[in-house]
């Protein structure tokens, strides 16, 4: 790839891991560290401590920075921070003007290092997760959603059998003991990757670097291991989910186990993906929605998992008066069609440049592409990939394409989940 961008790697003393890209025509400097812990590596009795963490990364230290202060600090600078929690990692990020990165860098290793992790903090953050909870998933149409596809796709056992909300029992039983052990574990130099990305030489990023995280203690022990999760060959049988709920339109989501998102042929799978529902010449989007307009939106896409295996899904709000039958039909045929003579050429085209439009925006801004940056050397096998990710989509075949679709899309073998609307006439 011509347009490669620098990247310059170290490990510290005390083992994490360091990325730096520098770029001087950026007004900011991103700063993103990745902890190698989420969801999926919750034991039972513990679901929702992953998440549970991000919050309370924010409360304070015992060296003196006071809660919210991390958050009011960085934005009285110019800069912005926040924190996300997904199955596989925790990342913290920052962004901020060149002359505010050693602040951002200190603030972090001040959490890292010196965490208060006290009852009145537990308790605060706590009641922060179940009210997140309560908004986003337990009373919203369709909340339930997620949790009864991961029940569906992977089941008790699999790390990613649960959601990364958490479990309230969990959470409400969960002591201070609990709590400080699952930091120890897991909140530990040897387990994270710091990335910066912006304008700020590469020099100056790993002095810097190595200042202030480099001096955070080595911690004892060995470093954890990630849970790891069954593959394909174990994936679940599919099934027929219904459910009657107060929402405003019936609703089918279709879904399928699917490669990790680290095997090679995942590729594959998402262009098959793209053709099917992104953009309004999209297989799903023309036919269902603008010829037929059976439905009031589709989608389809993958979860871009990693331990054993991922789950492909494709998700529709059924218009008033259509049957899930009558959905069946039209989309059992597009999906067959798809694996029987693959996309046509404009068609991948089309889908290898709105794949390259969507990376080019996500590398845009430094707090984006220090994240895709972490991502590729916590997950995808090294930073270095992400300079030939681009080589790689244009590469795939439509033979490709039709091989994925006929694998990992067939709708015989599909799990499915309904959300209907109680006493809604069908046609």
């Not at 009852?119 to 009210?131: F, I, M």
């Not at 479990?167 to 003991?177: E, F, G, K």
């Not at 203690?217 to 069954?230: D, E, Q, R």
Request: with cysteine.
């Amino acid at each position: 790839m011509s347009d490669a961008i620098d990247l310059r790697s170290t490990t510290l003393d005390n083992g994490m891991r360091v990325i730096v890209n520098s770029d001087m025509t950026s007004p900011a400097v991103g700063v993103n560290i990745w902890y190698r812990v989420g969801s999926a590596d919750e034991t039972a009795g513990h679901f929702g401590f992953a998440h549970l963490f991000e919050h309370l990364m924010f409360s304070g230290t015992t060296s003196g920075i006071a809660s919210g202060e991390h958050l009011a600090t960085m934005e009285s600078v110019g800069g912005t921070a926040n924190a996300t929690t997904s199955f596989d990692r925790t990342n913290y990020f920052e962004s901020v003007p060149a002359g505010a990165l050693e602040l951002a860098l200190w603030m972090e290793s001040e959490r890292l290092a010196h965490l208060a992790v006290t009852p009145e903090n537990l308790a605060t953050q706590r009641e922060v997760v179940k009210e997140e909870k309560r908004q986003r998933y337990d009373n919203v149409p369709y909340g339930d959603l997620f949790d009864v596809l991961l029940g569906s796709q992977f089941g008790e056992g699999h790390p990613y059998g649960h959601s990364t909300i958490g479990s309230v029992p969990d959470l409400d039983a969960a002591t201070l003991d609990d709590v400080v052990a699952f930091h120890e574990q897991w909140y530990r130099p040897d387990n994270a990757c710091l990335v910066l990305s912006g304008c700020v030489p590469v020099d100056e990023a790993l002095r810097l670097a190595d200042r202030y995280l480099g001096a955070v203690p080595i911690p004892s022990g060995p470093a954890p291991v990630p849970l790891a999760g069954a593959g394909l060959e174990d994936a679940r049988p599919a099934e027929v989910i219904d459910l009657e709920r107060d929402v405003p339109r019936t609703a089918v989501t279709l879904s399928w186990p699917s490669p990790s998102v680290t095997d090679p042929r995942q590729l594959s799978l998402e262009d098959g993906l793209t053709v099917l529902s992104t953009g309004m010449a999209s297989r799903l989007v023309r036919r269902l929605v603008r010829e037929l307009q059976l439905v009031e939106g589709v989608s389809a896409s993958d979860l871009g998992l990693s331990r054993g295996r991922s789950a492909s899904l494709l998700m529709a709000h059924l218009r008033p008066g259509v049957s899930v039958d009558r959905f069946r039909e039209e989309v059992d045929g597009l999906l067959r069609g798809l694996a029987e003579t693959g996309p046509g050429a404009e068609e991948l085209a089309r889908a290898h440049v709105q794949t390259e439009r969507d990376w080019l925006l996500e590398m845009a801004t430094v707090d984006s592409r220090a994240d895709m940056i972490n991502l590729y050397e916590s997950v995808l096998g090294g930073a270095g990939k992400v300079n030939d990710y681009l080589d790689r989509v244009r590469a795939v075949t439509a033979e490709q394409v039709q091989a994925a679709a006929a694998s990992w899309l067939d709708p015989g073998r599909a799990s499915v989940i309904v959300h209907h609307r109680a006493q809604e006439e069908s046609e």
